[in-house]
């Protein structure tokens, strides 16, 4: 499979909206495979509630760790972070109707040192920065993942009333991209986002996986390499703890 960098037009979505959406990075077989094998390592309980959500699926096996630096996907990350970057933290969010939302959040400079986003002479970068793999599709008005496009550059955040946040009002620059299975969305946490009430026959099956620049960190406590007994060097890297002389840039190949 050859390596994917960003178009012309993906540039300008990304500068223009916050996110971008990489089409059909994985097939719909892989996809029910992927979902098979989480039900194996994490299964539902009946205690459960039509909202699940859990930590370091990257520990699920070989099959979710080399989600991490994918070939497509890497690339992406690498744009948008730098050649620097490093996986921060990983989780699933599961989601049945009747899940609960969570409420819009996020945008530029909320957190100074964590969300933003900036260009200079053609160089794109992110502060923490989301891959949300799609195991399931996400049709329009389905729930999900929702933002404001183009927030992560606006001077007003705070500005966002409380119904619109909390989804009680959803006004036309409330916007829930459409997606297929095996989409894969890009977004930096500069942008204002949130995850609106899932209200679709099936279950919503996405795996998030957020990476850093070399010296911030979101997560409280950084990767443990002795629980990734099968990680390559290269994903052993993007394990690293928040340094910046430390890291040795990743490749793209």
Same mark, same amino acid.
């Given at each position: 499979? &050859? ?24 097939? $719909?077989? !892989?996809?029910? $495979?992927?979902? =098979? ?14 909202? !699940? ?18 070939? @497509? ?5 690498? &744009? ?5 970057? !490093? ?12 899940? %609960? ?29 989301? &891959?949300?793999?799609?195991? @399931? ?27 619109? =946040?909390?989804?009680? =009002? !959803? ?6 991209? %459409? ?15 949130? @995850?609106?009430?899932?209200? &679709? ?12 620049? %070399? ?11 002795? $629980? ?13 703890? %928040? ?11």
């Amino acid at each position: 499979m &050859a390596v994917s960098v960003l178009t012309d037009e993906e540039k300008f979505l990304f500068d223009l909206q916050g996110f971008v959406v990489i089409k059909e990075v994985l097939s $719909e077989s !892989r996809c029910e $495979e992927l979902i =098979r094998l989480a039900d194996d390592v994490w299964p539902r309980t009946d205690e459960d509630g039509p909202g !699940r959500r859990t930590s370091h699926v990257s520990q699920w096996g070989n099959d979710f760790l080399n989600l991490i630096d994918h070939e @497509t996907v890497l690339p992406y990350l690498i &744009a948008l972070i730098g050649n620097r970057l !490093r996986l921060d933290h990983d989780y699933c969010l599961f989601m049945r109707r009747g899940a %609960p939302p969570n409420p819009l959040h996020g945008g530029p400079r909320l957190f100074e040192t964590d969300h933003w986003y900036y260009y200079q002479d053609g160089i794109m970068r992110n502060g923490l920065t989301v &891959a949300t793999w799609n195991l @399931t599709p996400a049709p329009s008005g389905a729930g999900g993942f929702a933002c404001i496009p183009g927030s992560h550059k606006t001077n007003f955040m705070r500005n966002v009333p409380m119904d619109v =946040r909390r989804f009680e =009002r !959803r006004p036309d620059y409330l916007y829930q991209p %459409p997606m297929d299975t095996g989409d894969v969305l890009i977004f930096t946490e500069a942008l204002i986002h949130g @995850t609106m009430p899932w209200d &679709a026959d099936h279950e919503r099956r996405t795996l998030l996986f957020k990476y850093s620049p %070399p010296h911030s960190t979101w997560a409280k406590k950084p990767y443990n390499l002795e $629980e990734y007994p099968n990680a390559t060097e290269q994903q052993k890297r993007l394990f690293a703890p %928040p340094s910046v002389e430390a890291h040795a840039p990743v490749t793209q190949d």
